[in-house]
């Protein structure tokens, strides 16, 4: 039919109606559905379908091509089928060796179900045929027939699949209904689409959806060469890249200019590396990563990583330390200048410089500092390394979790880094360093790991000549390295990490003591600080005995330090306001700088009523002391605690009343009383087996109506049959005694040896009285013991 017969009569392709059939075989379609006017081959496979090719073909050879809704192999129901496709002849047909069967068809026109006839063995269906109208008027559809032309084109100039048959044809189609079904058939669109241009009976509808779908796929098409335009341009710059690099290397070869820096720079970390000589292993792992830099190309991933392991390896001191010469004399004046008093200490570490200088290969043991805050442990390990002429390094471990910090990150991980002790001789270069591992006892234990026991292999002798960091992945000799750990109380250090360490202890100083520190040090430091010349002012020697006591009562110096930086700050500011102040710091300058005295004297210091007693306690800042008090309630015997005491100080509470009770042998006194045991600054928590004897005296003392003897100050834990055992902590103890004028002190007789070892100047000006049982306490306490013993 000529394209100027259907202008003046689109209906007469509806009457082919006449010579189709009313009933014809169904061959259900899973993936896309056929156009009219299409000859194209189309695969059967073996079952059912093969015998209504066979019947079809016994006729006239019409079957009925229908789109899945679903892709099913079982029987299609006629809920899974659509209701309109196109009726098709069999030109011929192929029998497979598998069964199925290969048919060329010619597709014809589109069909609508009316009912299915037949569902097994053959799907028959009675069909109508509907008639192709126009919808619109004819310069519509030609309006829409040449837009769809020129989208068409435009997309045959994007997309490089299209083939000139396929533009030649859509030259030479010039009915619209073929047009739009042509162009729908070579677009790639999804299959419900496909079948919405099929049930468009209507030829308006039916260009104007494929219109839609063809621009979408247009757009697409674009969009999807611009992607490729970018990705081929950074191949091409890629490749463009790599030859440029070829041919520098090249030219360079030629001119004699040599490698690369980078791969002279690891040629000759190998060439170091075979000479000190290092383990075969080590060579043979760096000789691999070496051979894999120069491999790789240089805007890879993988560059990069083996580049910066590579760099960490040539930067580690692998060489053997050189033998330095220890001064004894040189290392005991630089502890004598740093450090003011402390001569048990400095002592100690005297005698490990000389054990390292009879016996340089000898690695000793792991110093720790235990001491309460401000007593300037860290200030002593910097000394240590001042004297042994060694590199300092200072790593805080304090509230680390992740046992990556110690050993480091495998190189798997992104971002992975070597650990901060493999970190740290890479920064001083030097094997021998002085590594401080401060806060030791703060270090705690998390979902990443246990870095306390990543510590042990750092930490013994034995072990750490060969240690491995993850990140590194080879063995490093650390045995050279001198560990110096800090810790305000060596309690919550593991046991196991703790026996390959040797402690040393730090107690707090004494008013004395940190008099004397201020003068020499503190007063020129904060003077200097803060802009000012410390010659030009003074301060008498009580007055920093006030400001010592009144403003900076604590074991170490840190506060006395802030305190005092507070004072000049405000000389400074009246200095730079030009504002009268007096040269001369007084007493009463004390009070306008920094305020009234935060601790007063005597106060809670003094037992001055039945049932208190003063004892001395120890805690992480140092020593303390504690009044305990007692009072008298409504009850029957029972005992009620005060003031955040821990399970140890309530047990020793409960040992005390029982041993009172049967001490006295009296038990009218307790029998419609209860006794209240507090102790003051209920805010701060308290522990520890030291206040048995303490607690005992305010017990009694309340019960028998008599104050303690005063200025006696106790320590000492007891047991129910009044035994006096010993006790830790005695030095801080009693220089929290004479920090608050305490002048005498009971405590265990089996804490002599330790008393022994505390130096003459600390022991100065008390009177000190080891006791075995608790009669000497009461003795010592009341005078005469008046009590109903047993």
């Given at each position: ?117 037949t569902k097994e063995p053959m799907l028959i269906a009675n069909v109508a045929y509907p008639e192709e109208e126009l919808g619109t008027s004819k310069n519509n559809i030609k309006a829409l027939m040449r837009t769809l032309l020129i989208l068409t084109k435009e997309l045959a100039q994007n997309n490089p699949l299209f083939t000139e048959d396929m533009k030649l044809t859509m030259m030479n189609v010039n009915e619209p209904a073929k047009m739009a079904d042509f162009v729908c058939s070579i677009l790639n669109l999804e299959k419900e689409e496909y079948q919405s241009v099929i049930e468009a009976i209507h030829i308006n509808d039916r260009l104007e959806k494929v219109l839609l779908f063809l621009k979408k796929e247009i757009e697409l098409v674009v969009l999807q060469k611009k992607i490729q335009e ?37 040629d000759k970390l190998l060439t170091r590396l075979k000479a000190i000589p290092v383990a075969d292993e080590i060579i043979v792992e760096v000789e691999r990563e070496i051979d894999k830099f120069k491999n790789s190309d240089p805007i890879s991933s993988d560059y990069n990583v083996i580049r910066n392991y590579l760099d960490l390896v040539d930067s580690l001191p692998w060489e053997k330390p050189a033998l330095k010469d220890i001064n004894l004399l040189h290392a005991k004046k630089v502890l004598n200048r740093d450090h003011h008093k402390l001569e048990d200490v400095k002592e100690r570490i005297l005698e490990f410089l000389a054990v390292h200088k009879l016996n340089p290969k000898s690695k000793g043991s792991i110093l720790c500092l235990v001491g309460p805050p401000g007593v300037g442990k860290t ?412």
């Amino acid at each position: 039919m000529e394209s100027n017969e259907f202008w003046e009569n689109p209906n007469k392709l509806a009457r082919l109606e006449d010579t189709l059939p009313k009933q014809i075989f169904l061959l259900p379609i899973k993936v896309r559905p056929v156009f009219p006017g299409i000859i194209t081959p189309l695969i059967v496979p073996p079952g059912r379908f093969i015998q209504s090719i066979e019947e079809s073909s016994k006729g006239a050879g019409f079957l009925g091509l229908i789109l899945l809704k679903e892709d099913e192999s079982e029987l299609p129901s006629e809920d899974n089928i659509f209701q309109i496709g196109v009726v098709a002849r069999i030109l011929k047909k192929i029998n497979l060796p598998d069964g199925g069967m290969n048919i060329l068809v010619n597709t014809i026109q589109r069909f609508k179900i009316n009912s299915i006839h037949t569902k097994e063995p053959m799907l028959i269906a009675n069909v109508a045929y509907p008639e192709e109208e126009l919808g619109t008027s004819k310069n519509n559809i030609k309006a829409l027939m040449r837009t769809l032309l020129i989208l068409t084109k435009e997309l045959a100039q994007n997309n490089p699949l299209f083939t000139e048959d396929m533009k030649l044809t859509m030259m030479n189609v010039n009915e619209p209904a073929k047009m739009a079904d042509f162009v729908c058939s070579i677009l790639n669109l999804e299959k419900e689409e496909y079948q919405s241009v099929i049930e468009a009976i209507h030829i308006n509808d039916r260009l104007e959806k494929v219109l839609l779908f063809l621009k979408k796929e247009i757009e697409l098409v674009v969009l999807q060469k611009k992607i490729q335009e970018q990705i081929n341009d950074k191949i091409d710059n890629q490749q463009r890249q790599f030859f440029l690099r070829e041919q520098l290397k090249a030219i360079q070869q030629e001119l004699g200019v040599g490698e690369d820096k980078t791969e002279q720079k690891y040629d000759k970390l190998l060439t170091r590396l075979k000479a000190i000589p290092v383990a075969d292993e080590i060579i043979v792992e760096v000789e691999r990563e070496i051979d894999k830099f120069k491999n790789s190309d240089p805007i890879s991933s993988d560059y990069n990583v083996i580049r910066n392991y590579l760099d960490l390896v040539d930067s580690l001191p692998w060489e053997k330390p050189a033998l330095k010469d220890i001064n004894l004399l040189h290392a005991k004046k630089v502890l004598n200048r740093d450090h003011h008093k402390l001569e048990d200490v400095k002592e100690r570490i005297l005698e490990f410089l000389a054990v390292h200088k009879l016996n340089p290969k000898s690695k000793g043991s792991i110093l720790c500092l235990v001491g309460p805050p401000g007593v300037g442990k860290t200030s002593i390990a910097k000394s240590i390394a001042e004297a042994l002429g060694r590199k300092f390094y200072r790593f805080s471990v304090g509230g680390v979790r992740d046992e990556a910090e110690i050993k480091g990150h495998r190189r798997t991980y992104i971002g992975a880094m070597p650990g901060k002790l493999i970190n740290a001789l890479k920064i001083t270069k030097e094997r021998d360093t002085v590594i401080l591992l401060d806060e030791i006892d703060k270090m705690s234990q998390g979902y990443q790991g246990d870095p306390q026991a990543a510590l042990l292999e750092v930490l013994d002798p034995e072990q750490n000549f060969n240690f491995r960091d993850h990140y590194l992945d080879l063995p490093f000799d650390l045995s050279d390295v001198l560990f110096i750990a800090t810790a305000n109380t060596f309690e919550p250090i593991p046991r196991v990490l703790l026996d390959r360490m040797e402690v040393i202890q730090l107690s707090g100083y004494i008013t004395e003591e940190k008099v004397q520190i201020f003068q020499k040090y503190l007063w020129s430091k904060i003077f200097i600080k803060n802009g000012l010349n410390p010659d030009s002012f003074s301060m008498k020697k009580e007055t920093v005995t006030l400001l010592i006591n009144s403003y900076s009562r604590e074991s170490g110096l840190r506060g006395l330090e802030k305190t005092f930086d507070k004072l000049v700050r405000k000389l400074a500011l009246k200095q730079v306001l030009k504002e009268k102040y007096s040269k001369e710091i007084r007493e009463k300058d004390l009070v306008e700088y920094l305020g009234p005295p935060p601790f007063v004297d005597d106060r809670m210091t003094i037992p001055k009523v039945p049932g208190t007693a003063l004892g001395l306690a120890w805690t992480n800042a140092g020593g303390s002391t504690l009044l305990i008090e007692a009072v008298l309630i409504p009850g029957k015997g029972g005992l009620t605690l005060t003031g955040q005491m821990g399970k140890m100080m309530e047990e020793s509470a409960n040992i005390a009343l029982s041993f009172v009770k049967n001490y006295l042998n009296n038990d009218l006194l307790f029998e419609k009383k209860a006794i209240h045991l507090h102790v003051p600054d209920g805010a701060t928590p308290k522990d520890g087996p030291s206040a048995g004897i303490t607690m005992a005296t305010a017990i009694l003392s309340l019960v028998t109506n008599r104050v303690v003897n005063p200025g006696f100050g106790m320590t000492g834990e007891l047991t129910l049959t009044g035994e006096v055992l010993a006790i830790g902590g005695l030095r801080e103890k009693i220089v929290a005694a004479k920090r608050v004028g305490i002048k005498k002190i009971i405590f265990p007789k089996d804490n002599e040896k330790a008393f022994q070892e505390i130096p003459d100047y600390v022991k100065k000006g008390v009177s000190f009285y080891p006791v075995t049982r608790f009669e000497e306490v009461e003795t010592l306490l009341f005078g005469k013991s008046k009590s109903k013993k047993r």
